[in-house]
């Protein structure tokens, strides 16, 4: 028998509407939304190929909070480069690479983004028990950064530096790091 507890999830999932985005609600159904193609290729999809009324809710985040659907966000690399706080700042300035705001409704706070990038992804893997927040019991795996991410404006969330990562409890600094 299959097993109770799918986390069935749309990759990509671009252009859903927001009756899909119900559907997905009453189903359990997941998204992960690949938000960094807003600056890569909104500006060409709002242009030449989407139009503005489906360039405007490409990759909705805001929809799928909204209607409780469970998300994550991702860089679809090596598509785009991987960068989280990139993905995140993506998600949540839904900026072109043109400065064009694609679809404000969507855009999410920043709270939201980084919850989407790291607790939103471990859910749809099944490893929330394991990863994606710093709790008891789970992996004391994580960045560190050199700047609060929720401190920062939501314009400079991308440019907020890594200072190095703890894996297993053990502290590896950047290289250019003075320990």
């Not at 909104?42 to 909070?65: E, F, I, S, V, W």
């Not at 072109?96 to 893997?125: K, P």
């Not at 314009?155 to 250019?176: C, F, I, N, Q």
Request: with cysteine; proline share 5%.
């Amino acid at each position: 028998a299959p097993r109770s507890d799918h986390r069935h999830t749309l990759t990509h999932c671009q252009m859903a509407d927001e009756s899909q985005f119900q559907r997905m609600a009453q189903l359990g159904i997941c998204a992960n939304l690949f938000t960094n193609h807003i600056y890569y290729w909104g500006d060409q999809h709002l242009a030449l190929t989407m139009g503005p009324d489906r360039a405007m809710r490409m990759n909705a985040c805001g929809t799928a909070k909204r209607l409780g659907v469970p998300f994550t966000i991702h860089s679809d690399a090596p598509v785009t480069p991987l960068s989280p706080l990139f993905t995140a700042w993506c998600a949540v300035n839904r900026l072109t690479a043109s400065g064009r705001v694609l679809g404000a409704n969507e855009c999410i706070d920043v709270q939201d983004a980084l919850r989407a990038v790291t607790l939103g992804a471990a859910f749809t893997l099944h490893l929330d028990h394991l990863v994606g927040s710093i709790e008891p019991g789970k992996y004391a795996d994580f960045a560190v950064l050199d700047e609060d991410p929720t401190g920062v404006s939501a314009e400079t969330l991308k440019d907020v530096s890594v200072w190095g990562t703890v894996m297993g409890g053990t502290v590896y600094p950047r290289a250019h790091n003075k320990t």
